[in-house]
């Protein structure tokens, strides 16, 4: 059996049971920068792999290369009649990559289908529990078109350059891991009523509380999610964005420029930061301006690439996007 889910999951764990298995860690940061549209899986470690060496995180060749062994051992796998099973739970990161695998596998390899159980969870898998984990394996479902048919819908409408395909989907989810996950995506477009992601409100909010240490806020704001949506590089790449550019949001304490890893690894004078609001932050925060019209960043969300010249809100009385921010202050 060759089992793929999260690189949550322990191993350990799950050899405690002496059954055979295959674990193939199958987690990436989806939800961070551009995704493309191509179902070629050489193609898309390439520009996966870039992702990563763009922010830092890793050399590229060497996420490319560790992409690139795990999509093999599917397509071995799968090419020898063997059982795969898809073991993914709650939050941002576990359901894009289903909802990429469902969308691979029946553009690509739907004859195979036979071949492949999904089991999903409504909360995260426990990762050090092998009775749990087990359960879970053994309670799999075949992966027939009808229950990956919403996974591969959604995924196209993400990686459509169309933001209203991924609002459209999301209105017509039935999965509440799948659905909850999107709810969630969908916040990290800018709000109509000050231009914040979700993220960075929280950040802001958090800040104004007090709370002023990178790695706190980080703490802070994945208390307030009910499943995790960022980890610690992934975060630490916001807290870079908000503060740079022409009107940042936030800033250091000494008024140095805001240390970011893994830049030279100099975790002592990351750890040392303070960061505060800066006179835009205190005031787009209060929605007293908007952020979209003095400060805003390029970003992207799956298919879709935001910038000043091309902006989407997405507005939480009507859980809508909309092209047109709420009000046009200029501050």
């Known amino acids: ?27 990436e940061a989806l939800h961070v920068g551009p995704v493309g549209k191509t179902y070629d899986l050489s193609t898309f470690a390439r ?4 992702v990563f060496q763009y922010h830092g995180w890793d050399e590229c060749q060497e996420v490319e290369a560790d992409f690139k062994a795990r999509n093999d051992a599917l397509l071995r796998g799968l090419g020898d009649g063997e059982e795969v099973v898809l073991l993914f739970g709650a939050g941002i990161r576990d359901q894009l990559t ?22 999903v969870s409504n909360k995260m898998i426990p990762n050090d529990s092998s009775d749990a984990l087990w359960e879970l394996i053994d309670h799999a479902e075949p ?21 209203t395909d991924l609002e459209a989907s999301f209105q017509t989810i039935k999965s509440v891991s799948l ?46 999610e009910s499943a995790p949506f960022l980890n610690y590089w992934e975060f630490w790449a916001v807290l870079q964005r908000i503060t740079s550019g022409k009107s940042p949001l936030i800033e250091t ?32 925060l209060k929605a007293e301006g908007h952020w979209g019209q003095v400060g805003f960043q390029e970003r992207w969300i799956g298919g879709v690439q935001l910038t000043e010249n091309r902006m989407w809100f997405w507005n939480y009385q009507t859980d809508r996007l909309t092209p047109e921010p709420k009000f046009p202050f200029v501050l």
């Not at 304490?253 to 932050?281: H, I, M, N, Y």
């Open 1 to 27: 059996m060759i089992l793929i889910t999260n690189d949550e999951v322990s191993e350990n764990a799950l050899a405690l049971a002496g059954r055979k298995f295959d674990l193939w860690a199958w987690s």
């Open 179 to 224: 659905k909850a996950a999107v709810g969630r995506l969908l916040r990290e477009y800018p709000s109509s009523e000050n231009g914040l992601s979700l993220t960075e409100c929280q950040i802001l909010d958090a800040i104004s509380l007090g709370v002023t240490a990178p790695r706190e806020l980080f703490e802070s704001c994945r208390e307030t």
């Open 253 to 284: 304490v000494s008024g140095e420029p805001f240390l970011c890893p893994p830049r030279d690894l100099a975790w002592k004078a990351f750890e040392e930061q303070a960061l505060a609001l800066t006179l835009c932050g205190e005031q787009v």
């Open 98 to 119: 289903l909802a990429r695998l469902a969308a691979w596998l029946m553009n690509q390899a739907s004859e195979r289908l036979n071949c492949v159980k999904v089991s």
């Open 143 to 163: 992966a027939g078109e009808t229950n990956l048919a919403e996974y591969e819908s959604m995924w196209t409408a993400f990686v459509s350059d169309d933001p």
């Open 47 to 50: 520009d996966r792999a870039l």
